[in-house]
């Protein structure tokens, strides 16, 4: 049986008395896309931050690739790559620019490193415009640059956080059909958050939908919608049925304004 990529065991973060994520359990397994969705300040981001090294759990274990995220800190880095919500692309350099930056702070060998950018080029689609400003690429082919800068020194487990945040619906799927083909010819394990119930339809094999910063469910999306027994039943039906009608549940103001800032950038 094949070891997870991917493992946690009651892992949980405290934030004074509040549980933002609690009793974490995960096993995903290489090559598996993994959706984890639920209502703003479910602990989606908690945990992101938490398995990518840039937050210490209060308790609880995780390890990637067999590697500790507190004890092994740089061998996990090592072996994942990381898109932020937020915009890590720099318009002013060219999509090749932004690449190169990224391959020597990843410390990818001069030897290999036009390479690995040729090759990060070609999986997004973005060969053509490598050449060409950020500032001139539309909202869709950032987001598919952020995910090329993030693949340059071969990760075996690629983190995406909100990757399709506001983006028109031409551009989601120019995204979702990148990632796709990424995992068809990479095989890499991907594990994102989403507010999209399509998306997280059309890409994951297996989502869980966390509540007040526990996991309230996790299976196959066909799973999932057999499970609360409605005919017809959307993902966004099973969404409702786990995480109730909560008035907070379209976000804070915080989360309206990152939302509106990213749809302003990418737009």
């Given amino acids: 049986m094949t070891s997870p990529i991917l493992l946690t065991s009651h892992l949980t973060r405290v934030f ?10 995960l096993e995903i397994a290489p090559g598996e896309v993994f959706g984890l ?21 209060t308790a609880g274990t ?29 318009g002013t350099l060219t999509g090749y620019e932004n690449l190169l930056i990224f391959a020597k702070l990843y410390d990818v060998p001069r030897a290999i490193r036009q390479e690995r950018i040729a090759h990060a080029l070609a999986v997004m689609e973005l060969t053509e415009a490598g050449d060409k400003l950020v ?7 950032i987001r598919r640059l952020e995910v090329a800068q993030a693949l340059l020194h071969g ?20 995204v979702w059909d990148s990632l796709s083909a990424l995992r068809e010819q990479i095989g890499m394990t991907i594990f994102l958050t989403t507010h999209y119930m399509e998306e997280a339809d059309n890409l994951c094999q297996r ?14 999306p066909a799973e999932l919608k057999e499970s ?40």
């Fill in 16 to 25: 004074g008395e509040m549980k933002a994520v609690d009793d974490l359990n």
């Fill in 155 to 174: 990760p075996l487990v690629l983190f995406l956080d909100e990757p399709t945040v506001g983006l028109d619906p031409v551009a989601r799927k120019a």
């Fill in 62 to 90: 995780a390890t990637i690739a067999g590697y500790d995220i507190v004890r092994q800190q740089a061998l996990v880095r090592r072996v994942i790559g990381y898109v932020p919500q937020a915009l890590s692309a720099d």
């Fill in 207 to 220: 989502v869980a939908i966390m509540h007040r910063g526990r996991v309230a469910t996790i299976g196959t």
């Fill in 37 to 57: 969705l639920g209502p703003n300040g479910a602990g989606k981001s908690t945990s992101i931050k938490m398995l990518t090294t840039l937050l210490p759990p």
């Fill in 135 to 141: 500032r001139t690429y539309s909202g869709g082919m």
């Fill in 228 to 267: 609360i027994g409605q005919p017809g039943a959307t993902l966004d039906d099973v969404f409702a049925f786990y995480t109730g009608h909560d008035l907070d549940a379209g976000g804070s103001y915080r989360d309206v304004t990152r939302a509106r800032r990213a749809a302003r950038r990418l737009g």
